[in-house]
């Protein structure tokens, strides 16, 4: 039996197990799915490549090469899906933002396939070497590959981008499975390379796709035996392929392919061309792996300051490093996984973990950690006895200790709260992190790479970082502080403008009340009551109703409304005065995206405003439109009061705040909200006694 039979069947095998694995979890998600049908599509193509080997003709070996491409069109949608949510804690917002692309890479190869099946490979152009068909690439089969080849550089971009996210235990934990699939999409980079170079598919190549696949497989099962599940949680930005390793790597090897690819054919052809390529290839992904492995830093920076007499840190990177990562952060719970994060990179410790003092000052809890679960850390946590004890030591002796060389009963605590996974990750060390005499916690190390012991220049820093982040904490508990007490004091000022309104409207019903002994046979004084009552339970509900769509969110829901016709339905809502005019000047305007109930708001809000503001007979409001570019501008402008400038800059549009005897101080909150909801802006012009101009834009053509 030849060769590459033996190895197409052996890694059939391999995928099916690994197919079937994944489909017997218990716990599925998008990962879990992709990978098990990634693994079947990879198995199928195996499957077709193992019949063109043992098929009984160039006819047959045809047939079974055009289902293999068709097979293969479905991979490179399928494994990027993959590399967008394995490992990833956020997986659902890099699948939205990446809908389109993903979309893009799923469908035009196989409508390719599908539609222009006939343009793949030239079925005249047959060519036998060696025992081998050779297939010629048509047009349709040269966009296929090139799909597949960028496909593949985006599948190696994104695991490299999750493997960079990762720190701690959580990389020691899915570098295996990044491995085994970047190995699978590497050498299907060299191959559609090669077929795009060539324009012809060689299926003597197919032998490295399968020895890929046992590779792949082995690195699989050496993860899945490290981590013992498939779900690990990483939060990487959305800057994919910013700074990627990856994209570098994979441009220098088509650019050096290319160029050897001319030389060959400027001498006159090269036989041993392709196995040159993969060399170039090999040798590319070494530097890649060389450039990725902490163990190779970390042995760079001791050289360095080991024989060139220079520190082991770049205090001043590090030092900009670590306050860039955590400085943004306004949450305890985001500023504590940024620390750890940042201490993790920067001293190359696999396990960092963070216990801050609880709001007893009587217990440690877990704030955040690259190596333990929320549930390992409440079996870990120390009690109060043991938190106290730990404590005290902490409060006197507030410098950075390594906790393996103390045998104490506070060290023994700290060494159970931060267990080491490795025996030869070096010594474990706890920073105090505290604030004069108050302890706000303590930070825990270890798991070194390569068991590195920490140094006097190590211990400096971990005492610098341990004080930045003690002011980290206290400036983040001040901000949450000061976020309670401006939600208090707006709580406050409703509550005020509530009770008021409430106040009065329980004093008219507590007079109705008192008088109604007296004048109950009156039917007039019944009738006036039931009125009265009537009234207050309006307002009561009407009050009920402005306040209710303060606290809730605002939901728009545009469709394509003529403004004009929106602002006529609005102002023929308004109960018409003799003393107030309401003019209209409103040009033809293209259908805007509003919502034209929401809008309508708005308009009613101005018209109301302006004839509140009149003061006398006389009172008018100009409402017009115009298009201004791609802007629709709404102007109402009233001869009203005015607006003073101090309260124009600073109140106007905020909550609460309001000139007016019987206001709320809502609607131009809500009319601001409404416009930005819109996409749109609102400007305002006006001087006490000379009137109020609203100026509204809103954009023309957009969804």
């Not at 017997?24 to 199928?44: C, P, T, Y």
């Not at 009234?535 to 306040?547: E, F, Q, T």
């Amino acid at each position: 039996m030849r060769l590459d039979l033996i190895l197409a069947i052996a890694s059939m095998a391999v995928g099916t197990l690994l197919a079937l694995g994944a489909a017997l979890r218990a716990r599925r998600n998008v990962a879990h799915w992709a990978f098990g049908i990634g693994m079947a599509l990879l198995v199928l193509e195996r499957a077709c490549s193992a019949q063109m080997i043992h098929g009984p003709g160039s006819h047959a070996a045809y047939q079974w090469q055009l289902w293999r491409i068709t097979v293969a069109s479905l991979l490179p949608g399928t494994w990027l899906c993959f590399s967008l949510s394995y490992a990833r804690g956020n997986a659902r917002e890099f699948l939205r933002k990446w809908r389109y692309p993903l979309g893009a890479v799923f469908l035009l190869p196989l409508a390719i396939v599908l539609l222009a099946q006939e343009r793949l490979i030239d079925a005249t152009a047959w060519e036998e070497a060696s025992n081998t068909l050779l297939f010629h690439l048509d047009s349709a089969g040269g966009a296929v590959s090139l799909i597949s080849l960028i496909a593949s550089i985006l599948v190696l971009g994104n695991l490299e981008h999750t493997f960079r996210s990762a720190v701690g235990t959580v990389r020691w934990r899915i570098k295996f499975m990044l491995m085994a699939v970047a190995v699978i999409f590497l050498v299907r980079l060299f191959v559609a390379s090669q077929t795009l170079l060539f324009s012809q598919i060689d299926p003597r190549l197919d032998i490295l796709n399968s020895g890929a696949l046992i590779v792949a497989g082995a690195l699989i099962l050496r993860s899945l035996f490290r981590t013992g599940h498939f779900n690990l949680d990483v939060h990487p930005s959305h800057s994919v392929l910013q700074g990627s390793v990856t994209v570098l790597l994979v441009g220098i090897y088509l650019l050096l392919v290319g160029v050897l690819a001319k030389v060959a054919a400027y001498l006159g052809g090269d036989a041993s061309f392709a196995l040159k390529a993969l060399v170039v290839l090999l040798l590319l992904v070494v530097l890649g792996v060389l450039l990725q492995s902490d163990r190779l830093r970390m042995a760079l920076s001791r050289f360095v300051s080991r024989h060139f007499q220079r520190p082991m840190h770049d205090y001043r990177t590090v030092w900009r490093r670590f306050t860039e990562g955590t400085s943004s952060q306004v949450e305890q719970t985001e500023y504590s996984r940024a620390v750890v994060k940042q201490v993790a990179d920067i001293f190359q410790t696999l396990s960092v973990t963070l216990w801050i003092v609880g709001d007893r000052r009587e217990d440690l809890t877990l704030a955040a950690s690259t190596g333990l679960s929320e549930r390992q850390a409440r079996e870990l946590q120390p009690d109060a006895a043991e938190a106290a004890t730990v404590l005290a030591q902490l409060r006197d002796h507030p410098e950075p200790v390594d906790i393996e060389q103390v045998s104490a009963d506070w060290a023994a605590v700290l060494r159970r709260c931060h267990p080491d996974e490795f025996h030869k990750g070096g010594t474990r060390v706890c920073v105090p992190i505290t604030s004069g005499p108050e302890v706000l916690g303590v930070l825990m190390l270890g798991d070194r790479v390569s068991g590195a012991a920490f140094t006097l220049q190590d211990f400096d820093l971990l005492k610098s970082i341990g004080d930045q982040v003690a002011s980290g904490l206290l400036n983040v508990r001040l901000s949450q502080r000061l976020l309670q007490a401006r939600e208090h004091e707006a709580f406050q000022t409703m509550a005020t403008f509530f009770v008021h309104d409430l106040k009065n409207a329980a004093s008219t019903l507590n007079l109705m009340l008192q008088n109604l002994p007296d004048h109950f046979d009156d039917p007039a004084f019944r009738e006036d009551a039931l009125r009265g009552v009537g009234k207050s339970v309006a307002h009561i509900n009407h009050l009920i109703s402005r306040l209710g769509q303060l606290r809730s969110a605002l939901k728009i829901n545009p469709v394509a409304t003529d403004l004009n016709e929106t602002i006529k339905g609005a102002l023929a809502d308004i109960a018409p005065e003799k003393d107030f005019v309401i003019e209209t000047e409103l040009a033809p305007l293209p259908p805007l995206k509003l919502d034209g109930e929401q809008f309508g708001k708005v308009v009613t809000n101005l018209a109301l405003n302006a004839r509140e503001a009149s003061t006398g007979p006389g009172g008018r409001l100009r409402v017009t439109t115009t298009r201004v570019g791609n802007w629709a501008v709404l102007e109402a402008a009233d001869n009203g009061s005015g607006i003073s400038p101090d309260f124009m800059a600073r109140s106007l549009f905020r909550p609460f705040q309001t000139t007016k005897k019987n206001g709320l101080g809502i609607g131009m909150f809500q009319s601001k909200m409404i416009i930005e909801a819109h996409g749109g802006r609102i400007a305002v012009q006006s001087a006490p006694g000379q009137g109020t101009t609203f100026r509204i834009q809103l954009p023309i053509g957009t969804t």
